[in-house]
């Protein structure tokens, strides 16, 4: 948005689950917040109102105090404004925390984050970079561009440098530096609107280098022209009975994915497709125009880089088209997708269907992706139309699936008012109220359960990171022993158990192994399946925490693994030991001495004893037997020797028992 000092009119507005068992994390516990002048929003399904924040800069109804863009750092959310920027806590989404309201006049102050510094673009011309400056007409000496600022401590913000810019910077956006890891760049978007002392004719693309370490160097390193003579919009190309389409003199906005090399930049009049193989150097891929869009002014990326949608500000920001006098082709949302040869094809239109009094101002404008795993899900703000959420899935069919909407601000702001952005973060949607201040919903519907989850730790939504659901797919573990145990160890509390258990094992890893914040699951190998879902502590450890395997556990060892969203290449591998328990002594009979030979062999000692006795005892018996008939033989000869024969009772002959 464009304000004119002389006239305070304002230009145009610019630039905004399986492993969760299918359920949305529950919200902070607080009361659902309430407007205190009555007018409640109009709610959707599927979305809760979480909370309120008041405007801290605003007085009354003045224009050099409205909110405008946002970006996120870790646990703090910047807001842009038109008189400075404010630093929010939002630790806790569902009571926002104000830790700074910075004042540095100079709209329309859209803003990024990159760490601790923070980036502020100015496209007001002051009459210094300072922030004490004045406002001061454009044909008068004056200053616009960048400013940087250095939120280490939240709570006391540093202005570190400024670069200023040709033509100021409307909005800007952050990519990294190939280059130079330890530097950004920056490109800046700004047009020329008229009469001004620096800004006339078409804008160039300036591209400003950022050191992280010594932003103080900030200077432009580059500039290029995305058009000439020949390929701007001009009045000439406008179509009989089409929009009443910009005269391209320069570009509103650029929303880059450096991960895809891509950039779409919305230039007024042209839509352009960019290749930022070399970011220092942008090429020109496609032109686009369209005979229905007046003002190109953003635009999103699906995840996969396969489709986009733009945005078209007709009327810069200043008239209702959510009405049947515009249809439903003007002020909306064009998709364009790309087809086989890698151009973008224009597919369809989408504009909210509620009808907005002319007290109004309505119209598309800034919103981001909403990472829904399969699905083209965006968040959108219509200004005083509210927020959307919209669905473009099916190209041919774009559906709104809930909304919020404030009744009209017509009756108190007599420029422009309602809903600057929305984006989603870290599991809710934050929208930037030009006058109201901050509001954060919530969306219940289980289909944003894998979006809750993620936690991209940094979002500035004109550079769209890629969006990865690791949780939805179980870590692989090296089979081979020297890449295992290059792995972090994980923690394991008992980390041998008896086989036959079903133990419960606690898991752990020291300060460091992890982003402070992230989520972790926690794997069991054996069966891929998630045992337990914690948060890194501040220093980056995983807090002991407490898992049961699935039992009971055969011998052998088990692979445990904690990987985290955030650090899904730095995988912990602990492994579970489970012992086979000592064979078992063999039982005493009853009745036996401690340490003596068992009862049944010394029973069968006894009657062997008895038996070898027994049969000693026969043979003796026997022998004796033998001898006496051998005797009595030897008696019998004499006697037949010495005289008559005689007759004698035989013998018997011995018992064969005793």
């Known amino acids: 948005m464009r304000r004119v000092a002389a006239r305070f009119a304002f230009g145009a507005i610019g630039a905004l689950g399986a492993a969760l068992a299918l359920l949305v994390p529950a919200a902070p516990v607080a009361a659902s917040p ?45 807001q842009g404004n038109y008189d400075g920027f404010s630093v929010w806590d939002i630790a806790d989404p569902a009571n926002p925390e104000l830790r700074s309201a910075f004042e540095c006049a100079g709209g329309q102050g859209d803003v990024s984050a990159v760490g601790n510094l923070v980036i502020v673009s100015i496209d007001e011309t002051m009459s210094s970079d300072a922030c004490d400056a004045v406002r001061v007409p454009e044909t008068s000496q004056n200053w616009e561009g960048l400013r940087v600022f250095d939120i280490a401590d939240p709570a006391a913000p540093r202005y570190v440098a400024s670069v200023r810019t040709r033509c100021g910077s409307h909005t800007h956006t952050v990519v990294p530096d190939p280059a130079d890891p330890g530097s950004v760049l920056v490109y800046v978007s700004a047009y020329s609107r008229g009469a001004s002392l620096n800004c006339t004719g078409r804008n160039p693309l300036q591209i400003v280098r950022i050191p992280l370490a010594a932003p103080e160097q900030a200077a432009i390193a580059g500039e290029l022209d995305l058009f000439d003579d020949a390929t701007a919009f001009g009045p000439g190309d406008r179509v009989p009975g089409g929009a009443d389409t910009r005269s391209t003199t320069g570009c509103h906005d650029i929303t880059a994915y ?241 086989a036959g258990a079903s133990p419960t094992v606690e898991v752990s890893l020291p300060t460091g192994s992890l982003e402070p914040g992230e989520t972790v699951d926690v794997w069991w190998m054996p069966t891929r399946t998630v045992l337990a879902t914690a ?16 039992g009971p556990l055969t011998a052998g060892g088990y692979d445990l693994v904690a990987r985290g969203d955030r650090t899904a290449d730095r995988l912990a591998l602990g492994v579970l030991e489970a012992e086979a328990p000592p064979p078992e002594p063999t039982p005493v009979a009853s009745g036996e001495e401690e340490g003596g030979v068992n009862g049944w062999l010394v029973a069968l000692l006894v009657v062997a004893g008895v038996a070898i006795v027994l049969a000693a005892a026969a043979v003796a018996l026997r022998a004796r037997a033998v001898r006496r008939g051998r005797a009595a033989a030897a008696d019998s000869a004499a006697d037949s020797a010495d005289g008559p024969e005689t007759r004698e009772e035989p013998e018997e002959p011995p018992s064969e028992s005793t």
């Open 34 to 78: 309430t407007a205190s002048d009555g007018r409640d929003p109009a709610i959707g399904p599927g979305l809760e109102w979480v909370a309120h924040r008041d405007n801290p800069f605003r007085r009354g109804d003045d224009p050099d105090f409205i909110n405008s863009d946002l970006a996120f750092s870790g646990d703090h959310l910047i």
């Open 258 to 498: 450096p991960a895809k090399q891509l950039a779409v930049a919305a230039c007024r009049g042209d839509g352009l497709l960019l290749s930022i193989v070399d970011p220092l150097h942008p090429v020109v891929l496609q032109r686009m125009r369209d005979a229905n869009v007046a003002f190109w002014h953003s635009g999103i990326f699906d995840n996969d880089a396969t489709a986009v949608v733009f945005q078209d500000e007709l009327g810069d920001g200043f008239i209702n088209t959510c009405s049947p006098a515009f249809g439903g082709d003007r002020g909306a949302d064009a998709l364009w997708s790309f087809d086989s040869a890698g151009s973008l094809v224009h597919q369809s239109y989408f504009k909210i269907g509620r009808t907005h009094s002319d007290l109004e101002k309505c119209v598309a404008h800034s919103g981001g992706l909403i990472p829904v795993p399969d699905r083209f899900v965006i968040a959108q703000a219509w200004l005083e139309g509210g927020v959307s959420v919209i669905d473009f899935t099916d190209p041919a069919a774009p559906a709104e699936l809930t909304f919020f909407d404030r009744p009209t601000y017509g009756y108190s702001m007599p420029y422009t008012a309602g809903i600057w952005a929305v984006y989603f973060y870290d599991g809710y949607l934050y929208a930037s109220d030009m006058y109201e201040g901050l509001e954060v919903l919530r969306l219940t519907d289980p289909m944003f359960a894998d979006a809750a989850r993620y936690d991209p730790g940094e979002l500035n939504p004109q550079s769209q990171p890629t969006y990865a659901w690791v949780w939805r797919d179980a870590p692989v573990v090296p089979a081979d022993a020297a890449a295992r145990s290059a792995l972090t160890p994980l923690a394991l509390s008992p980390s041998t158990v008896s």
């Open 535 to 550: 948060r890194a502590d501040a220093s980056g450890a995983l807090p002991a925490t407490t898992v049961t395997p699935p």
